[in-house]
């Protein structure tokens, strides 16, 4: 069974950091896509970053290009998200996600199979 569980979240004032972990089991880690997703109240879920395990490839939202990386300890079969310099318009729930293959355009919720419970995210001005 495929389970992620996603952690880290909290409160940040603008400015500041948080690290999101998305720990992963029940499938070959190194086969697959893990994704960072956020969802704003009354707003479409978009893609933030994604990491392919298997060879390390990386992808940025314009948004968040810069101030957050995306890393990947794929012993612990973890997915970090360290983010910084933290801004209002981050508020959200972030949202880890799971897909086989490698990186190959921007990440949409649609090609996801497997996602964690989401963690809160809240940014204050």
């Known amino acids: 069974e495929v389970q992620l569980v996603e952690s880290g979240g909290g409160l940040a004032q603008a400015g500041g950091s948080l690290r999101l972990s998305c720990a992963a089991s029940?499938?070959?880690?190194?086969?697959?896509?893990i994704g960072w997703f956020r969802q704003a109240p009354g707003k479409e879920r978009e893609g933030v970053s994604a990491?392919?395990?298997?060879?390390?490839?990386?992808y940025y939202a314009n948004s968040v290009k810069g101030r957050f990386t995306i890393s990947s300890d794929n012993a612990k079969t973890t997915v970090y998200l360290q983010m910084n310099s933290l801004k209002p318009d981050g508020t959200s729930v972030y949202y880890c996600?799971?897909?086989?293959?490698?990186?190959?355009?921007?990440?949409?919720?649609?090609?996801?199979?497997?996602w964690g419970q989401g963690t809160q995210v809240t940014v204050s001005s």
């Open positions: 996600a799971a897909r086989l293959g490698v990186i190959t355009h921007t990440p949409v919720p649609s090609c996801y199979a497997d």
């Open positions: 029940g499938f070959t880690f190194d086969d697959y896509v």
């Open positions: 990491i392919s395990s298997s060879d390390g490839s990386t």
